[in-house]
Every structure is written in structure tokens, then in C-alpha cells.
């Protein structure tokens, strides 16, 4: 909550002012949870600018303020780089991070098993950075291969496997940060960007609509993209595991999971309440709630709070 800067009449007005500060909820940096003597301690909680990472923090902050830790939100707080700065720095002290976005931080390749993966991320986060990655869940925000409901029909494909037969008639899209990946699935498929007629680089929302208009015939999305489903199209089934799984879990600064290592016992049973699918109708729940004229925020707020009572959880 904000609150404009205005002059005060009296000493009474002032004070009102302090109380609500103090109680004030918010995803800019304010104070929430309890902050009573029985408060825990203090936590900040940062997330960055996504939707689905941003409902990830708050399902964090709401489950830390249930177990008695006051806490401070740095919501959309910013990339991958700027929020792995902020707690290598200790100005947060947890966030959600995805299993190859960690791998990729190590410069570790994947092995295409996520378990291995993870373990390798909780690994060398821990001896690099003195940073706990706690339990990871199996919502899968990875990279995929997307085409129309139509197209997919008409080339008869729902998986990889059955693209890669038919891969060098067809044109794909992708933005910069997939290609790579695409690149990736050489070993499991023995294909590459090289592999189709051609590859154009372009803005995410653009490959939609040259999909659409049958400028191409398959374009990168990421895996929990409420808006694939959306726009009538399916995801390419990863029917071999060819793309690395990126499984996001909470993670802690080393000393303050020592200091308060309930943090693992409140945080880990949501771990396997959040699948794909989960996260995809919970950003259109999101969106929803936008578009009746809720704020970001709110809409965040709203949704996390009433699934995690929907899971028992809050």
C-alpha cells in the first residue's frame, strides 16, 4: 500500500499514519506479517517479473507470515541476474529460481534427468554461492515447441518425435533466449535449429502470429504460457525429456536457513501442490482478475491466497 505525501493537522493524524504503515501489505519493499513479540524474525522476499514467479513469491510470503515471520516484499523485484545479485548480496534473503536457470548459473549442462538436475543445482549452489535450493516441484516452466491446433492436425504431429521426420519441410520461429535450446535437442532427437527449412529469430508474441498466418509452422513457447491454450494452439509433447526441466523451488541464503530452519518444513509441503498445469490456471485466474480492473498486485495477491486455502495450506 502507498500513500501520498500530505500535511498533517495533528498529532493524532500522525500517529494513525504510523499504524498504517506498520500494517500496511504491499510488493515494493513493505513490511507484512506479524509484528508482534511473537514475530519469528524478519524476512525479505523478492520474485521477479513474471507473473507465475511473482505468485510464487507471495505463496512464500503468505506461508512465512502464517508461520510468524514478518515479512518484507520485493515483488517483481527483477531479471534472473538482478535477483540473484540481491540475495548474493543479502539485501533478500529467499526467492523462486527454476532448475536450468541454475544449471545455466553453474554452467553445468543438463544430464535430461530433472532429479539429477536438481541435485547438481543444489549442490553447487550450496558450495559456490551459500545458497539452499529447497524442495523443487514438478511444475515444468521449460522451453517447448508450440504450433496451431490446426497446424498440428493438418501435419499430423502432437509429439518431438513426430516432428523430427518431418522437421527439414517446416519453418520455426523462436525467440533469442531458445534457440540454444532448441539447439539442445540434437541429442535426444538429433535436431537443431540447422535441422528445419529455416529459423527465423524473432519477438515472442511475433512467432504466434507467423504461426497463425502460416509463415511458419512451429515457433518456441514456454511451457506455462496460460496464453498457448489461449490462442488454440497445443504444446509439441517432450515425449523423450529433450528440454531441460526448469522446476522452480525456494531459494535460501545459507545463514538464514540455519538460523530458522522451519523455513524448509513451511515452505516444502507446497512444493508438490504446483504442477504445469496449476501454474497455467492460475496466471489466467490472474489475468481475469486484471482485466475486471484489479492491479497486478492484487490480482497476485487474491490468487495465491485463495489456492493455498484451497490446499489447506493457509
Known sequence: MSLRSFKLKSAGALVLLLLLLLSACGTDGNSTGNTGNNSKGKLTVAS???????????????????????????AALGNSNIVFQAISSGSIDLYPEFTATGL??????????????YQAVKDGFDKQYKLSWLDASPLNDGYELCTSKETSQKLGITSLSELQAKVSQLVLTSPSDGTDFVDGLKQVYNITTKSFKSTSTVDYALGFEAVKN?????TVCYGTDATVPESGFIFLKDDKNGFPAFNPAPVVRNDIIQKNPDIAATLNPLAPKLTTDVSIQLQQQVAAKKKDGASVSRAVTLVATD???????L
Open 48 to 74: 521477479k517479473l513474471d507473473v507465475e514467479s511473482q505468485l510464487l513469491g507471495k505463496m512464500y510470503t503468505l506461508l512465512l507470515q502464517k508461520a510468524g515471520y514478518q515479512i518484507t516484499e520485493k
Open 104 to 117: 545455466n548459473k553453474l554452467q553445468v549442462p543438463t544430464t535430461y534427468d530433472p532429479q539429477k538436475d
Open 214 to 218: 502460416d509463415k511458419a509452422q512451429i
Open 307 to 313: 489456492f493455498l486455502k484451497q490446499q489447506g495450506l
